[in-house]
């Protein structure tokens, strides 16, 4: 155990609010938010997408910063001082996230990382679809069939497990959020060149009118409306553990809700902004191919290793630098998510039992390598896309459920409120009582009405349709291991010299 415990501090709030929105952009932002957009409703969807932002997103952001900052502690830590029996959702969230989520979100980035290589001489050919999926996935036709591990695919991951270890590795203020002052800009400058470029080409406007164009009988679909809450919900990493971790960082005074509003319309703008250069490429393509732009759309990986790579060789000039750039963008907003991941998780173990940051970061990371070489596998997509719904479907809205539960009806909302107003900036926005009758109500009621939607299409017929018994195995039994994993680790007693843990006074002083 460290000799003093000190829990590490933001060195400015700018640095925290770069650190949250790099956890919040990642790679969904780039290739699901568009088709969701365009599936349901083009511009008409971007009503319920804002209403969603106004009555979850920003709301629940509200509330996972007030409770890491109020209890000065990871998920589990603040859940357990709000009340010790609720200490086990605050574990099933950061696992979840780092044993679900980060296994096979690594290796996916590590896909990118291939792919800024593959760029430079189009090495994936003319035919994008055959390469990605035959040459270098090597796809098997079931979840069963292993069929071993790709050892480029598994050297990339290793890759994104290193880089995310050397940013963890040491405290906050020094690791993660000097990483991200530099990763983030980097990110907004990327997107802002992909968007340039890609508005400048032949049919771009066609693309972006079919992104754009509304379609407002959809509206009337209740599957829109819980569409536009998913997308938000997971789009600003909610339910993960990682905005109560990371506001535990937070001194006495920070503005908590003038930057949750920053964080998620930075977000919301971010994937918007990047559906414009998405379908701009994609209308691109159907002009150089002759067909209609809804014969390639296509959502993913597929949207990104078949479609834009497809894209990428109809280009006249700097085929190879578009390429570099579009990856590039993936492999940044990426990482800055993947630290978030690992951090949430190591933050909690930290808490609970006082080991030292760096052995914690590093046996994590050692352990995530190993458990992500089942998804480096020929294999590995298939099992990929069944974690990924159980855990977006179920585990995720499952940690915001019980969190609104427990801040609201526990704590009790206005306990939280009050908090947060005093700890804010008395010119800054306040939160008034509409945010608890949001938190109390509104916002679980949505994600409880999206978990039945689900669990009733689940019950018609297995997903994907993929044999019962692997939905099971890769879907089902995860979360049954989280739950358990999650129980066990709230029968160890937290360590009594961390019961009040103070931030470094020094840090305070700095924020402004």
Same mark, same amino acid.
């Given at each position: ?29 780039? !290739? ?5 957009? =365009? ?10 997408? #804002?209403?969603? %932002? ?31 029996? !609720? ?13 679900? /989520?980060?296994? =096979? =979100?690594?290796?996916?980035?590590? =896909?990118?990382?291939?792919?800024? #290589? %593959? ?29 071993? /591990? ?54 771009? *406007? ?168 089942? #998804? ?16 977006? *479907?179920?585990? %995720?809205?499952?940690?915001?459920? #019980? ?50 939607? *689900? ?23 995860? %979360? ?33």
């Amino acid at each position: 155990m460290d000799k003093k415990f000190f829990r590490g501090s933001w060195k400015s709030q700018f640095g925290f609010l770069l650190a949250a929105i790099g956890s919040s952009v990642g790679l969904g932002n780039i !290739w699901r938010f568009p088709y969701v957009t =365009y599936k349901y409703g083009g511009g008409a969807f971007l009503v319920p997408y #804002f209403v969603a %932002l106004v009555l979850a997103g920003i709301p629940l952001l509200i509330l996972e910063y007030g409770v890491g900052h109020r209890q000065l502690g990871s998920s589990p830590l603040s859940f357990s001082r709000i009340n010790e029996k !609720w200490e086990w959702v605050g574990w099933w969230m950061p696992i979840t996230a780092l044993f679900g /989520i980060m296994l =096979y =979100y690594s290796v996916v980035i590590g =896909y990118c990382f291939i792919y800024i #290589f %593959l760029s430079f001489n189009l090495s994936w050919g003319m035919d994008t679809e055959s390469f990605f999926f035959n040459s270098f996935l090597n796809i098997s036709d079931s979840p069963f069939s292993l069929g071993g /591990i790709r050892l480029p695919i598994a050297s990339a991951t290793l890759l994104v497990w290193v880089v995310s270890w050397i940013i963890c590795y040491k405290e906050v203020h020094h690791g993660i959020e000097k990483s991200c002052k530099v990763f983030i800009p980097m990110l907004f400058v990327l997107l802002f060149i992909l968007l340039g470029w890609s508005i400048t080409l032949p049919g771009s *406007s066609e693309g972006i009118k079919t992104y754009i164009q509304p379609r407002w009988g959809l509206l009337k679909d209740i599957k829109v409306w819980i569409a536009a809450f998913g997308q938000i919900f997971f789009s600003i990493s909610l339910g993960f553990g990682i905005m109560i971790t990371y506001a535990s960082y937070l001194p006495r005074k920070a503005d908590i809700t003038k930057n949750a509003v920053i964080n998620a319309c930075a977000n919301s703008f971010f994937e918007v902004t990047a559906g414009f250069a998405v379908f701009g490429l994609i209308g691109f393509m159907a002009l150089q191919k002759g067909v209609a732009i809804d014969s390639v759309v296509k959502q993913g990986p597929q949207l990104a290793f078949v479609v834009y790579t497809e894209a990428i060789n109809r280009l006249p000039v700097f085929k190879s630098l578009f390429g570099v750039l579009f990856f590039s963008t993936l492999v940044m907003a990426g990482l800055t998510s993947a630290i978030s991941l690992i951090e949430a998780f190591a933050c909690s173990v930290r808490d609970k039992f006082g080991w030292n940051r760096k052995k914690v970061v590093s046996t994590l990371c050692l352990i995530g390598f190993f458990g992500s070489l089942i #998804f480096t596998t020929r294999a590995g997509l298939l099992i990929l896309d069944i974690t990924d719904h159980f855990i977006t *479907s179920y585990g %995720l809205i499952l940690g915001g459920v #019980f969190e609104c539960f427990i801040v609201g009806w526990v704590l009790k909302a206005k306990k939280l409120r009050e908090h947060i107003n005093a700890c804010s900036d008395t010119k800054r926005i306040k939160l008034r009582k509409l945010w608890d009758f949001s938190i109390r109500y509104v916002t679980p009621a949505f994600l409880i009405v999206m978990l039945v939607m *689900s669990i009733v299409d689940e019950l018609k017929k297995p997903y994907g349709d993929y044999p019962l018994d692997s939905v099971i195995l890769f879907g089902v039994d995860w %979360l049954i291991i989280f739950s358990i994993v999650s129980v066990v680790f709230t029968f160890y007693p937290w360590k009594p010299q961390l019961v009040e843990i103070k931030h470094k006074p020094a840090d305070e002083h700095l924020l402004t």
